[in-house]
């Protein structure tokens, strides 16, 4: 697909993702608004206990840990722990986060993540963190929106002319994986910045399982043959990137955002001599907004999230492409798996509408979501959104801490043929 055409789609979508009635008609609707206190479980406590908060300087940080167990067809039972940390260094009067989670489930599957958002003193560097390992599994379903349909089958036969029995479209697969994105950006002008940073995504010890290749029954899955058509190893394989990146961002809070941009253009390349099989080049765009509906509950406000990764067919091996839920928080894609599309090229976004449920400056609030994705498939001749697939959702928040924002958020989701259900700390985005 022309780079033309990607340009194009992220004009169109952005001008329909801006809110209709503008955030100057919102202002004059509500001019005679005053602001709510906000409240927090912490105030909530003091009053169960009839207690009176005392004068004590408010805190410049917060520490939340929440138990994670859950279940699904993918990972059976899960157990963990997750948490989030929310500080403010010195001099700077921006949050600053490192969040992270170890997670174990009934498969032998192992999780373990760090993310770290940190702004330094006087905001001069901005430093942007994603450390990952996994011992992992997870099904695959070929490349394009449109997959499983059809593309186990067309992908043999464009490549091999092999006939497979398929007992189902689902492909399992097992690997490790480590992943090591840090960036660092400086400071320019008034939330404009511009910086460097390295990616490292490494997967080993791959186990197809759905492979198989004899005279009884032949079954060649879509990472087989995606790496053997663009001459990658089918075991283990490596990116290894340089990102240049330029970032703008006033938002009023980077864990919860009331009101401001964030938008990110990252141009990244990874030569042979840094470990690669061939040299790659991908280009990462992001884009999000926040626009309040009232200046009495600032909790209540539309947010627009939309987000595209674009390589070059034959750059990346099959799951180092652009793939949803990949994102640096994993967050993108409620309602689907992780995994579940995946393509050299993809784009992706969302609208969320967030409310407060109690009264003004109360703990409670809630969200309503719609998102969608389209990826494409240059073998079999699949565009971008030639097939888009929507999620539609709902969710819970309650207030933690209000000085930092940090909130707790359940979700439930939906799309096509799919279900999820999501506990985080802090907002989806």
Known sequence: MPLYRFYLSFLIIWMVCQPVSGQEQATEAVHHDSICPQRDLKDLLMQ???????????????LLLVPIVGSNPAIGFMVGVGGQAAFKMPGCEDYSSFSGSAQFTTR???????????????????????????????STFGLGTSAPEGGLVDYQYHLFGVATNLDSLAQP?????????????????KGL?????????????IRDEKFSYGPVDTLFTSHFVYNVLYGFDTEKYLSSMLNLH???????????AYEGIFARAAYKVGPKFMGNSITGMALDLEWRSFHSLSRSNPRHLVAFWLMGNFTREGDFPYMILPAITYDQRGRNGRGYTQGRFRGPNLVYGEAEYRFPITSCGGILGGVFFVN??????PVLGIDLFDVIRPGVGT???????????????VDVGWGHKSFGFY????ETF
């Open 423 to 426: 506990l985080n700390v802090t």
């Open 395 to 409: 969710g819970l928040r309650v207030m933690i801490d209000k000085a930092s924002r940090m909130n707790l958020a």
């Open 173 to 189: 697969m097992k690997f490790n994986f480590a992943r090591f994105h840090q960036s660092v950006s400086f400071n320019l002008y």
């Open 48 to 62: 169960v206990l009839h207690k009176t908060p005392g004068n004590k300087k408010e805190k410049s940080g917060s």
């Open 372 to 377: 969608a994705i389209t990826t494409d498939n």
């Open 246 to 256: 330029v970032v703008y961002d006033t938002r009023d809070n980077i864990m919860n």
């Open 108 to 138: 032998s599957q192992k999780i373990f993540m760090l993310k770290n958002n940190v702004y330094t003193r006087d905001n001069r560097f901005y430093l942007e963190g994603d450390w990952r390992y996994l011992v992992y599994s997870q």
């Open 193 to 205: 910045m511009a910086g460097i940073g390295y990616e490292l995504d490494y997967y080993f010890r």
